[in-house]
Every structure is written in structure tokens, then in C-alpha cells.
């Protein structure tokens, strides 16, 4: 417990705000997305960091069952060209973009085309799913579906459900593991936790200054994921884990297993959902 807390005390600046490209930047070619999507009511849950008493509502969504892999990526990719490894500008992506692809349109031979597509930046994952006709989970959406495992939509309170999470976050070289293999939550959702870190639209929104009962100010440009007296479960060492490393990237940085999926906005007439 005491590395993980003074892991997260460690704060840095960040900007409220990601640099958006403009408009004639960020146009795409569409494509055809044949990845399923599960349809998540939504409902309320307590947030990880905040007063215990609060509760956050989640709009119903809907959810990609599967990470994005590297071909639906590299399908991307091809359809348009800005985004790749060779011609993606540098304000969205530092010098380890797609960096194991061997050429812009070339998987690496150690790739499966149905592993997650990984070294991409926040920026890149937002370019993808708004060329599917989609978008980035929320981070309250993604911890929403988070809290869910095979039987149950919140198994927080399970006495095993951080360190079975942990558990998967210590195998090696998962990445390269192909997609759907496991089982999945009671959703139908799969690879929430056993294969990679995942980028959401508002990844780094936790923001927090230090010990909430003494801290006379309110100073939005300090960003530190975790002070843990703050946090709703401080037993839930996973969630600390998710919530330091969201905190500790920004929009431009791509990590070797570092993904994404997709997600888009359920409307009433979807299923069951209620206006």
C-alpha cells in the first residue's frame, strides 16, 4: 500500500484542456466499423475519488465489446495517410508513435492482427473513433463497466476483486495476446483488465490538491491522481494503479501497452432505455 500511495502523491502540472487540432486538420475518410458494441444502461455509481455520499450517474452508452486491434487500426491508418507513422504531425504524437510497425502500412511480424492496437496517442484513438462514427469512453463509463466481473455489474465489494485485477496487470507482455479470448464481464464486455491500459476522452479530469481538510484553495493547474486520503476504497489498490497512470500521460504520449476502444451515446428508442 505505502508505494502505491507515494506513487500517486507525485503531482505535475497539467493543462485543463487538450490542444484540439482545427477542423481542415482533423478531417478523416470513414470507415465501416464491424466491431460489436454492447449496450450499457448506465445507472449510478460512487466514483473512486470524492465523498462517499456522492453518486455519479451514467448515462445509458454503448461500449466495443474488444479493444481496437492492430488491423482495424491499420485499416485506418490507410484510409488516411495523416495518421501515420511516417506523416503523423508531432504536436499529436511523440517519437514512439506505431513504433514497432516497420513501415506505415506494415505490421510487425510479431503482431497478431487481432491483438490491441498499442503505441497510439490520445489524439490518434479520438481520430479512430470519430472516423467509425464514435468516441472515447467517458472515465466514468469506463469505470462504470469496470466494476463489473463475470456474474455481477458491481463486484467491488468482493473481498478478491482488486487483487484478481492486479493479478492480470502483472502478466507480461499481454498486449500481444489476442482479443476475446477470456471471459467476459456480465455485460458481454471483454479485455476490461487482461490485456491493456486504455485511453479515455477525459483521462487526466482527476484533479486534486492534497488533503481536502486542510487545504484552503482549490488550484486547478495541480494534478495529483492521488491523494489517497481522498479516495472512496483506499483497498482498492487496482483503481489506484488505473487512476496514477491516467494522471502521469498526457494527449501526445504512446506507450507499448497503451489502447483503446470505442463508445458512442445510446438515444431512447435503443433497447430498453427509458428518456
Known amino acids: ?19 484540439m487540432p482545427n477542423k481542415n486538420e482533423e478531417k478523416k475518410e470513414k470507415l465501416i466499423s464491424n466491431k460489436k458494441m454492447i449496450l450499457i444502461e448506465g445507472g449510478q455509481y460512487t466514483p473512486f475519488y470524492g465523498r462517499k455520499d456522492t453518486l455519479v450517474t451514467v448515462e445509458p452508452f454503448y461500449m466495443d ?35 514497432e510497425w516497420p513501415s506505415d502500412f506494415e505490421l510487425p511480424k510479431k503482431y497478431k492482427p487481432n491483438s490491441p492496437v498499442c503505441y497510439v496517442s490520445w489524439f490518434a484513438a479520438k ?3 470519430e472516423s467509425v462514427g464514435k468516441r472515447l469512453p467517458t472515465q466514468d463509463e469506463w ?5 463489473a466481473d463475470d456474474k455481477a455489474k458491481d463486484a467491488t465489494k468482493k473481498p478478491s476483486y482488486s487483487s ?17 479470448k477470456s471471459n467476459p464481464n456480465v455485460y458481454g464486455i471483454y479485455n476490461m483488465f487482461d490485456l491493456v491500459w486504455e485511453w479515455s ?20 493547474q495541480l494534478s495529483c491522481a492521488g491523494s489517497a486520503i481522498s479516495a472512496n476504497d483506499i483497498y482498492n489498490y487496482a483503481a489506484f494503479m488505473r487512476f496514477a497512470f491516467r494522471t502521469s500521460v498526457k494527449a501526445n504520449y504512446t506507450i507499448s501497452n ?14 430498453n432505455i427509458k428518456k
Open 164 to 180: 484478481d485485477i492486479i493479478d492480470l496487470y502483472n502478466i507480461k507482455d499481454k498486449q500481444y495476446a489476442e482479443i476475446g
Open 127 to 129: 481520430a479512430y473513433a
Open 65 to 99: 465489446d474488444t479493444p481496437v486491434t492492430n488491423a482495424e487500426f491499420l485499416e485506418f491508418v490507410k484510409k488516411n495517410p495523416q495518421w501515420s507513422k511516417s506523416k503523423v504531425k508531432a504536436i499529436y504524437s511523440d517519437s514512439t508513435y506505431l513504433k
Open 143 to 147: 469505470e462504470f463497466v469496470g466494476q
Open 1 to 19: 500500500m505505502i508505494w502505491c500511495i507515494a506513487f500517486l502523491f507525485s503531482c505535475q502540472q497539467k493543462e485543463e484542456k487538450q490542444w
Open 201 to 220: 476522452e477525459d483521462f487526466n479530469s482527476t484533479l486534486t490538491t492534497g488533503d481536502s481538510r486542510k487545504s484552503q484553495f482549490d488550484d486547478k
Open 258 to 271: 497503451l489502447g483503446f476502444r470505442c463508445a458512442k451515446d445510446a438515444e431512447p428508442k435503443d433497447g
